[in-house]
Nanobody, 123 residues
Framework: QVQLVESGGGLVQAGGSLRISCAAS????????MGWFRQALGKEREFVGM????????NYVDSVRGRFTISRDNAKSTVYLQMNSLKPEDTAVYYC????????????????WGQGTQVTVSS
């Protein structure tokens, strides 16, 4: 089992930046690919990006590529999502998730989830 806890969400103006974190406990964090997802009110949960176990490989959805950056610190068992040039349409609850294999963007393939952190971008 892996327990995930997100933090760092909040209210930010359009064009601003925010970094959210996801701290893991339980089994070895470095064994897991970590994904970030988000869910806006009334919408399906969607893939944002992922990072492999080593931190060398990353992938993002087109709508955030170039604005968002995922990183991880295996020594601290923490993954980060740095969000720059935020837009109102980035408003959502952001979730981190874990799975062992790298590559999937589907929520169905992730085994462990955090409780989410709200990010609100005002125009």
């Amino acid at each position: 089992q892996v327990q995930l806890v997100e933090s760092g969400g909040g209210l930010v103006q359009a064009g601003g930046s925010l970094r959210i974190s996801c701290a893991a406990s339980g089994r070895t964090f470095s064994s897991y690919t970590m994904g970030w997802f988000r869910q806006a009110l009334g919408k399906e949960r969607e893939f944002v990006g992922m990072i492999d176990r080593s931190g060398l490989n990353r992938n993002y959805v087109d709508s955030v590529r170039g604005r968002f950056t995922i990183s991880r610190d295996n020594a601290k068992s923490t993954v980060y999502l740095q969000m720059n040039s935020l837009k109102p349409e980035d408003t959502a609850v952001y979730y981190c998730a874990a799975r062992q294999l790298y590559g999937s963007t589907s929520t169905k393939d992730y085994d462990f989830w955090g409780q989410g952190t709200q990010v609100t971008v005002s125009s």
